[in-house]
């Protein structure tokens, strides 16, 4: 049976569903707008599956094809279901089922309800679109709708200020990455008159173009996959994407979209398999970026910042994979990645539930105690992203640091683990500081012993009236936690090599057993470093009583290594300075003074020329002749 016609469906249903339930929005019951944005969200999910099985269950598999449309070679569009797009359609689409069956219930009270499920049906249509596409060009066009969505979305709660500049800062950044993206587009279709990746990838498999040609192309796409993954140096607006809501946060910014660069690397591997140049860049700055993301996530009190950096470090890891090779390892952490993340994020916002929307943990402590459910499947997630065995992370991240060990790169391997230690480190404290220890108390100040009383009964209070949690979202919260263990064990069957493999026909892949060098010191290192925030952040730890002073001033790790300070001085303030200049002094005096000069010109030549125009015919019949004077002159002197 040909189930092609799947293809586009896949892409289409979900963008249909965003119109029709932005349309409906205020007329619809949510209870309808629920079961449309996750009907839609699950049918595209099962037809995904259903390619899938067609697929792989081939005993030779060959590339599923659509075509969309056809205008020559400059837009020839059609849509792909290979090893690669369907490896990636599946998470989209899976994980994204799972958030939005979580949304109905997190977002069940807001009044926008409607306009926020348009939003994330709209985002799971992009996102299909830039996995599935089977050219550049159609990639480039889910792209900029990734980046639509993604603006939407973070300022999804637009009378707040820091939500509408949160949304500004990420679609600035973004936009600069793409300017890069799609030069590199651009470079592609000059050099090989087509977007299509067979004709592409084809004509650098015969050497048609040079490599210099192709590490700046490979230099061109890693800008626009810096941007959009949130990596070194243009990763400044990822903490504050957390302004949108918490499953926009689990969806976008952990699952799916910030994943989107390692996607794109993957893709264009036969280019940066001959771009070394490029491929290293790409390696280096996700080593970089694994160690800078962990040591940031370490100091920072925003649950969902903690978190966002952790996402900035282990996208780091994939696209350290990436850049030496390991595009089968990269896949796999980002497979993994996707449930304990977003896993993660879910059960976050039942905690920020609890606390009422306070994200501080340093307001948070004891939830243990209130809310088993959603300690053990933080916990679980947690120790996913740690890295430790048998939980799906240690599988997936063990090697991305066996190719760094095998290609010989120490300074990346030793970048890699000791950012395994670190990620270890802000997980424990994490998981301290808001599920361990005592409730938070507020720090009462001497009014009156009947108001002190009544401020350290609230916490109390709260806890008392606290409503629990609902079941749509805690299944997901639940099936995400499982996974976060088991998603790994693909491992022992090599299932991820077997699905993978077919994308990478160029490559020699073979599977490799666990190196117990390598997995033995990511694993000590990364017990030491839990150990080391257990002895600072336990209940009665030194570093936690010191950080939950009201006194205490957080220093660079908090700060963020005042990347964004260093980027006000340079970019924004001079940018400012100049755009005032213009505003204050240049438009008014000199661009209106001209034209307002020219104006005052014409007034007054017209002026002057209006006293010829008098009605008296000796005035006429003098013209005429000075007029005739001048022309015989000309011709008597001149000619």
């Not at 600035?172 to 977007?195: D, R, T």
């Not at 304990?340 to 994200?359: C, E, P, R």
Request: aromatic share 14%; glycine share 10%; with cysteine.
């Amino acid at each position: 049976m040909n189930l092609a016609w799947m293809l586009p469906a896949i892409v289409v249903v979900p963008l249909l569903s965003a119109a029709v339930v932005g349309y409906f929005r205020n007329t619809w019951s949510k209870t309808t707008v629920s079961w449309v944005a996750c009907g839609s969200v699950a049918a595209s999910f099962a037809m995904t599956v259903a390619l899938a099985v067609q697929y792989w269950g081939a005993a030779e598999p060959e590339p599923i094809r659509s075509a969309l449309t056809s205008w020559g070679s400059l837009l020839d569009l059609g849509l792909v279901a290979d090893g690669l797009s369907l490896w990636w359609a599946l998470v989209v689409t899976g994980a994204g089922l799972l958030i939005h069956i979580y949304s109905t219930a997190y977002m069940r009270e807001d009044e926008s309800y409607g306009r926020f499920m348009a939003k994330m049906n709209f985002f799971i249509f992009a996102m299909s679109m830039l996995v599935l596409s089977d050219n550049f060009a159609g990639m480039a066009i889910g792209w900029g709708c990734v980046g639509l969505a993604s603006y939407m979305l973070i300022g999804f709660y637009f009378t707040k200020p820091s939500a509408q500049n949160a949304a500004i800062k990420a679609f600035v950044m973004n936009v600069i990455g793409e300017a890069g993206l799609f030069a590199g587009i651009a470079f592609i279709y000059a050099n090989f008159g087509s977007f299509k990746f067979d004709d592409v990838f084809g004509a650098i498999a015969q050497g048609q173009v040079s490599v210099a040609t192709l590490n700046l192309i490979g230099i061109l796409l890693l800008t626009g996959a810096v941007a959009k993954s949130a990596q070194l140096p243009l990763h400044t607006w990822l903490p504050y994407a957390m302004e949108g809501p918490t499953p926009v946060s689990a969806l976008i910014h952990a699952a799916t979209m910030v994943t989107a660069g390692v996607y794109l690397v993957s893709r264009a591997h036969p280019l940066y398999e001959v771009a070394t140049g490029a491929a290293l860049t790409v390696a280096w700055i996700g080593g970089l970026g694994a160690l800078f993301g962990a040591l940031v996530a370490a100091g920072q009190f925003d649950i969902k910042r903690v978190l966002a950096f952790s996402t900035l470090s282990q996208i780091g890891y994939m696209f350290l994979g990436n850049g030496l090779g390991a595009y089968v390892a990269a896949d796999f952490h980002f497979f993994t990645h996707a449930f304990f993340k977003a896993g993660l994020f879910l059960t976050a916002g039942i905690v920020v539930h609890h606390y009422h929307g306070d994200q501080d943990i340093r307001h948070m402590g004891g939830l243990w105690y209130r809310d088993r459910f959603a300690a053990i499947c933080f916990g679980l997630a947690a120790l996913a992203l740690i890295g430790l065995p048998p939980f799906s992370g240690f599988f997936s991240k063990d090697e991305i640091l066996l190719a760094a060990f095998q290609h010989g790169q120490w300074a990346l391997f030793a970048i890699a683990v000791l950012a395994a230690g670190m990620t270890a480190f802000y997980n424990v404290r994490l998981y301290s500081l808001v599920f361990l220890g005592d409730a938070y108390v507020p720090q009462v100040k001497a009014v009156g012993k009947k108001k002190a009383r009544a401020a350290q009964l609230e916490p109390q209070a709260h806890a008392e009236h606290e409503h629990a949690t609902p079941a749509a979202m805690k299944w997901p919260v639940a099936i995400l936690a499982v996974l976060s263990v088991v998603s790994g064990w693909l491992f022992f069957g090599h299932y991820q090599l077997s699905a993978l493999e077919p994308a990478f026909p160029t490559l020699e892949l073979h599977h490799e057993p666990i190196n117990w060098v390598v997995a033995g010191l990511s694993v000590a290192v990364a017990l030491v470093g839990g150990l080391i925030s257990w002895y600072l952040y336990r209940p009665d730890g030194v570093r936690r009583a010191l950080e939950l002073d009201p006194q205490y001033k957080p220093g660079i790790l908090y700060n963020m290594f005042y990347v964004d300070t260093l980027y006000d001085y340079a970019f924004v303030r001079p940018a400012r300075a100049v755009a005032e200049f213009v505003g204050d002094l240049f438009d008014p005096k000199a661009v209106d003074g001209i034209v307002n000069g020219l104006g005052v010109l014409a007034r007054e030549l017209g002026g002057r020329l209006r006293r010829w125009q008098n009605g008296l015919v000796r005035s006429y019949a003098l013209t005429v002749f000075c007029g005739v004077v001048l022309v015989v002159a000309y011709y008597v002197f001149y000619v």
